[in-house]
């Protein structure tokens, strides 16, 4: 049935319009304006245009951690979303099995981000960590601390360890949403079980896969409190990502003209992907109405 | 010190967002005056006016970064090169 | 059929070794812990887990969290319910580009939120008060909760809403008597969202307090690096603060999924 038209409904929308504008706009136009000048403490503050924006854009080091961001955000993609529907595709459909399986895979979703950091510090030390240990005992040199590209490989791990069940959940939902006389029709055709997916699983997840990658790539993009807990953003500069990157200008420098002119700059990008993602979120549910 | 010092504002900025929400208000009148009808222009997508007018913001915005991130002109000439883009996506996009 | 299977506990080991690996540590002592290498506890000890929940420093900590993380889930609830409606059952102008605004924020880093937060409650006199990390949290509660909201609301048939209408019901008697508790499962499964989005956030949390207000999350991070590594108890703090969480999700479970896709699947 169709919505009604009706422009009194954005009485019931203002709250939230009020509540969410306090905490998003405001701040938002205060990095505006910081972005713009150069501020030395309170009244001491110079208008300085888009010098802090020039800097910041030819920063090589911003360059450095727009890259890595990149190349982790798609490497975890490429990782977590194969394996998720792999693994939904195993899970049992009826039976104890489902809602035990659902409750473990919920577990490392609700664990909170620095505890993540926490479990991962320790499960991968050498000492007393058993993946460390293991790793040690079948003679891989391994250490997070020191090698950038083991510190590398434990963070990806963390992240396909920690969000990987997401990916699970929306695309079990989504398989268990497919109409049982598509699985008889297909049998009636004896069709091999990759036909099956490919024309008939598949097809149906795309909806769910889209806000899968939707919310994994985003969250992946706005990643700070794993790695700041478990690497802090080394060795040397090996994870420090977009967030960390801002996060240590500032808080840890201070220096509000240049992290307020990175602030705009990431949150364009993010404005950008949202947009593309939202828009084609519509579509597809738009499209199979 | 004035309550609002935090916030740190200054002219340029102030007149900028006062043209975001002169512009907001505007495509408010408009919409309110004649309403909108969703049409396919050269964007691949079908797009109602405020699509446009959010597309050709977020467009700008890009043109800036581009400009003040690869030359070192004024960033007079972005802002001439994004209103031609404004104009372009609202009339056909 | 049997392949699939073993993977699939393969996979569940997988994922669980990591959690077991810190309860383990919570179960002992430092000394033990550093002593030797070992698969199953020999002298199970509750001495970390005694040690948080006596500590005044340690147990705070808890309170604090809980307290603003269930004073952001009753805000987000409230202002998120009726807007949810709203995009549920009408259109109206702008109503598509509030909800990609919405969104967006949703979307947003809270590190670019950082500065302009230290000084916003600053000056409002709200810094190192749990009300303030309940509101900065809105930030992405209130438009998840409107997402997820508005998912289950969509699946209510319109035509409820018409025949209470008709039969003389106000909206807001309409409203809390008569809608509310046909999505009941829906507000369960929003303030869960809320509850845990807001529990397992550090950044803004650590940020927008200092001494009064510390969540638990922050004196994870703070005690423990100044102490030395004690690893037993950060191992049984982090065990408690999976706690509330584990409780929670054997009501939401069948709609886990839900919540995440923003009420879209």
Redesign the interface.
Known sequence: ?E????????L??I???V??A???I?????????S??D?FG??Q?F?V??EW??ET??DPRLHGAFLRQIAFSLTILAIEVPLGIA?AL??PTRGWGV?A???????????????VG???Q??ARA?????G?LLAELGVDYNYARDPIDAWITVVVMDV?HWT??VV??C???LR?IPPAFYQAAQVDGASSWAVFRYIQLPKLT??LT??VL?RF?DS??I??EP??LTGGGPGNATTF??QF??TA??GRFD?GP??AF?I????F??????LF??A?M?I?TGER | MHPLEWMAWTWPTALFFLGIAAALIGMLAWELASPTVQRRGFLPISTTRGDRFFIGLLGSAFIHLAWIGVTDQSVWFALAVSLLWMATVMRFG | MRLRSLALIFYFILLMLPIYWLLLMSLQTTDQILGGFKFFPEQPTLANFARILTDYSWYSGYLNSLSYVALNTIISLSVALPAAYAFSRYRFIGDKHMFFWLLSNRMAPPAVFLLPFFNLYSTIGLFDTPIAVALAHCLFNVPLAVWILEGFMSSVPREIDEMAYIDGYSFPHFFVRIFMPLIRSGIGVTAFFCFMFSWVELLLARTLTSVNAKPIVVTMTRTVSAAGMDWGLLAAAGVLTIVPGAIVIWFVRNYIAKGFALGRV
């Open positions: 049935m919505k009604t038209y009706n422009n009194r409904a954005w019931l929308v709250p939230v319009f509540i969410v306090f905490s998003a405001i701040p938002l136009m205060t990095v505006v304006n910081y713009v000048q501020i309170p009244g503050r208008f245009g888009a924006y020039k854009l030819r693994i195993a899970l809602s399986s659902l409750v473990l895979l919920a577990l490392p979703l609700l664990i909170p981000w620095n505890v926490t479990i991962w320790i499960f000492d007393i960590g058993l993946g240990r360890w069940p997401l959940l929306l079990y939902s989504g949403a909806g769910v806000i899968a919310l985003m993009f706005l700070y409190t700041f807990v977009l967030s801002l996060a500032a808080v509000l992290a307020a602030s700059i990431y949150f364009l993010i404005l950008l992907f949202s947009w939202y828009t979120i579509r549910q």
